[in-house]
């Protein structure tokens, strides 16, 4: 099993660029995860879908953050325009949901380590 | 405040001591709670969930929580080199999906 598929691994950009981040999730699982990690903030939630839909995007800090999952193979997080403040890890992560009184394991990606200059 | 907080550390323990790792909360709610073990420049894995209140052990590893105090806590005993590591905390609700982090501490087990 590959596990959660992340590109690129490593982005750096300049200020004002557009920046696209991608996710293979876990074939099977049915939710993704979208986070963000800062030494100051730790690991926040941006956004999660289930069945491809976003169901809670109220992590993302602003509208120019953007995230898609036109299929249940793939998801994408969009920078645009990048500021030096979003330099961060970006994990994805993805998981099958349970029923009421169960919990699954969400599986994390290796992250994208963006530096925005 | 933050619904987790958690020390950051980083924790010094020589080989073969017995480690304490916790975390506060604040919303009641949290059904689920969990400890994940993220190794430098890898994502974070999880390393074991407790549903509700009471203890779970697994290995060299113990869970506990009380949610009357909302207090979370992870045990290692006989901690080894191979232990050093950051670990997260995390709770969630029913259904598991919205699940929030603590900041991490961060783990150095001396040889």
């Known amino acids: 099993d590959a596990g959660v598929i992340q590109s690129p691994r490593h982005e750096v950009t300049e200020m004002g660029q557009e920046v696209t981040l991608r996710c293979k999730p876990i074939?099977?699982?049915?939710?993704l995860f979208w986070y963000r990690q800062t030494m100051m903030r730790g690991l926040e939630l941006l956004i999660y879908?289930?069945?491809?839909?976003?169901?809670?995007d109220s992590g993302m800090p602003e509208d120019r953050f953007s995230a898609k999952m036109p299929n249940a193979s793939f998801s994408t997080l969009k920078i645009q325009p990048s500021e030096p403040r979003d330099s961060a890890v970006y994990f994805c992560?993805?998981?099958?949901?349970?029923?009421?009184?169960?919990?699954?394991?969400?599986?994390f990606g290796p992250g994208t380590r963006l530096t925005v200059l | 405040q933050k619904e987790v907080e958690q020390d950051p550390g980083p924790l010094s323990v020589p080989e073969g001591a017995i480690v304490s790792l916790n975390c506060t909360y604040s919303n009641s709610a949290f059904q689920y709670f969990m400890w994940y073990r993220q190794y430098s420049r890898k994502g974070p894995e999880l390393l074991m969930y407790t549903y509700s209140s009471g203890n779970k052990e697994d290995g060299r590893f113990t869970a506990q929580v009380d949610k009357s105090s909302k207090y979370i806590s992870l045990f290692i005993r006989d901690s080894q080199p191979s232990d050093s590591a950051t670990y997260l905390c995390?709770?969630?609700?029913?259904?598991?999906?919205?699940?929030?982090f603590g900041a991490g501490t961060r783990l150095f087990v001396k040889a």
């Open positions: 879908f289930n069945n491809n839909v976003p169901i809670d």
């Open positions: 074939s099977g699982h049915n939710s």
């Open positions: 995390a709770m969630a609700n029913t259904g598991g999906f919205k699940t929030i």
């Open positions: 992560a993805s998981k099958l949901a349970g029923g009421p009184g169960s919990y699954n394991e969400q599986f």
